[in-house]
């Protein structure tokens, strides 16, 4: 069963800095398009960032410059390095996975994945 499960969110002030981690189980890691979404109460579902199998990645303009995804396929992890935080960036993250694999923004603007982890909180105070 594919199943991502992400960690490392919590509290920062504005300015600070937190990296997410996704550890991948139940799947070939390495042939799965990745990618981070955020929640924030009463808004929509936002794409984040997504890296493909070759490590190319697309990012949502409000993080471009201060978020940076990657991902390790020896460790079947993938990461956010978020810096610079905003108080609008406090939302549950999720991380998500799916073997399509479409090129470019595609699921930035689709959130079309095909698994989703359970979400780890991130909350920036000013």
């Known amino acids: 069963q594919v199943q991502p499960v992400e960690s490392g969110g919590g509290s920062v002030h504005s300015g600070g800095s937190l990296r997410l981690s996704c550890v991948a189980s139940?799947?070939?890691?390495?042939?799965?398009?990745m990618g981070w979404f955020r929640q924030a109460p009463g808004k929509e579902r936002e794409g984040v960032a997504s890296?493909?199998?070759?490590?190319?990645?697309s990012y949502a303009d409000s993080v471009k410059g201060r978020f940076t995804i990657s991902r390790d396929n020896a460790k079947n992890t993938l990461y956010l390095q978020m810096n610079s935080l905003k108080p609008e960036d406090t939302a549950m993250y999720y991380c998500?996975?799916?073997?399509?694999?479409?090129?470019?923004?595609?699921?930035?603007?689709?959130?079309?994945?095909?698994?989703w982890g359970q979400g780890t909180q991130v909350t920036v105070s000013s």
């Open positions: 998500a996975a799916d073997r399509r694999c479409y090129s470019g923004d595609y699921y930035i603007k689709t959130a079309d994945f095909a698994y």
């Open positions: 139940g799947y070939t890691y390495s042939s799965y398009c």
């Open positions: 890296i493909d199998r070759d490590g190319s990645t």
